[in-house]
């Protein structure tokens, strides 16, 4: 995901990001994972264009706000069990795209408890909005 960091259409992007929110969710394909919540730590990053999110006033209203990225993930989590950390990092990633200033996201996803001897297993998306 480093590559796409640099890609020229967030050349003029700023980064906001949501590091290691540590949540408890129904996830899993397997029965095991069905019967329990299971921690996952998510990480979001949003591309905003500078033109949208450069304060001139120093008001909350100039920027977009980083609680939309926690409440974003706490809504899809609420929804009910999920069975893929794709599908988990799919729906936060287009809602995220859904807000006017987003021009691009990065969401992961990492279940640190999946297997014992690893720190974690997990997923990455990358997206832009469609032009």
């Not at 949501?18 to 069905?34: F, S």
């Not at 720190?119 to 990358?126: K, L, N, S, T």
């Amino acid at each position: 995901m480093v590559a796409a960091l640099l890609h020229p259409r967030l050349a003029d992007c700023r980064r906001l990001f949501l590091r290691n929110y540590e949540v408890y969710v129904n996830i899993g394909v397997h029965d095991y994972e069905k019967r329990a919540e299971q921690r996952v730590i998510i990480n979001v990053e949003l591309f905003i264009p500078f033109a949208c999110s450069t304060p001139l006033e120093d008001k909350l209203r100039e920027v977009v706000d980083y609680d939309i990225m926690r409440s974003t993930v706490a809504k899809r989590v609420a929804q009910g069990h999920i069975h893929l950390q794709e599908t988990l990092c799919d729906d936060v990633a287009n809602a995220m795209l859904e807000h006017p200033f987003v021009r691009a996201v990065s969401v992961s996803t990492e279940k640190p408890d999946a297997y014992p001897d690893c720190d974690a297993v997990g997923v990455e998306v990358f997206r832009f909005k469609e032009d």
